[in-house]
T-cell receptor, first 116, second 111 residues
Framework: DTEVTQTPKHLVMGMTNKKSLKCEQH?????MYWYKQKAKKPPELMFV???????INESVPSRFSPECPNSSLLNLHLHALQPEDSALYLC???????????????FGPGTRLTVL | RKEVEQDPGPFNVPEGATVAFNCTYS??????FFWYRQDCRKEPKLLMS???SGNEDGRFTAQLNRASQYISLLIRDSKLSDSATYLC????????????FGTGTKLQVIP
């Protein structure tokens, strides 16, 4: 089973709101990722967690705050977003977390975020 | 030169046709390669991994040419359900957590 789940599916928020995106996997994967994808563009990496520790932050603005409570869960806390942050936010997970070149990422269905 | 380049298409092909996409990469030390398909407004789904010279899965064949630094995806007997964007993904040497996505090739299979 290569299932990654994400909630909510859709989210509309104002620029002053605080919200969180959630991601869960039960495949025993030790790496989890957040990507942002705009229309007609490829996914852009935001953060990588490896063994529950933040290992990569691609210079993401602080209004995005990731959290990895345990090896199965990944959250993305959102605060004071801008309309240009509207996008599809994808979570992914992989097994080996940087130890092998064949490590494969599996994506969740995404959260479609609209910032008004 | 972009790290990973793909022809954006669209490739419009009739049902039953054979279609091939190429993806070129700039880092000669790249370690592994993947093809994902992405339907409109959905997540990327792994189609095939390409670790050596290539591999085949049913109607899909992926090949790797390290000398010329490209991978290809061949789809035989195209189905309407093959209509999607095909993303080429390359993992560079070292730092195995990061991968580089191509911009994708759009395929439209026509009845």
């Amino acid at each position: 089973d290569t299932e990654v789940t994400q909630t909510p599916k859709h989210l509309v928020m104002g620029m002053t709101n605080k919200k969180s995106l959630k991601c869960e996997q039960h495949m025993g994967h030790r790496a989890m990722y957040w990507y942002k994808q705009k229309a007609k563009k490829p996914p852009e990496l935001m953060f990588v967690y490896s063994y529950e520790k933040l290992s990569i932050n691609e210079s993401v603005p602080s209004r995005f705050s990731p959290e990895c409570p345990n090896s199965s869960l990944l959250n993305l806390h959102l605060h004071a977003l801008q309309p240009e942050d509207s996008a599809l936010y994808l979570c992914a997970s992989s097994h080996h977390s940087g130890s092998t070149p064949t490590d494969t990422q599996y994506f969740g269905p995404g959260t479609r975020l609209t910032v008004l | 030169r972009k790290e990973v380049e793909q022809d954006p298409g669209p490739f419009n092909v009739p049902e039953g046709a054979t279609v091939a996409f190429n993806c070129t990469y700039s880092n000669s030390a790249s370690q592994s390669f993947f093809w994902y398909r992405q339907d409109c407004r959905k997540e990327p789904k792994l189609l095939m991994s390409v670790y050596s010279s290539g591999n085949e899965d049913g109607r899909f064949t992926a090949q790797l040419n390290r000398a010329s630094q490209y991978i290809s995806l061949l789809i035989r007997d195209s189905k309407l359900s093959d209509s999607a964007t095909y993303l080429c993904v390359v993992r560079p040497s070292g730092g195995y957590q990061k991968v580089t996505f191509g911009t994708g090739t759009k395929l439209q299979v026509i009845p």
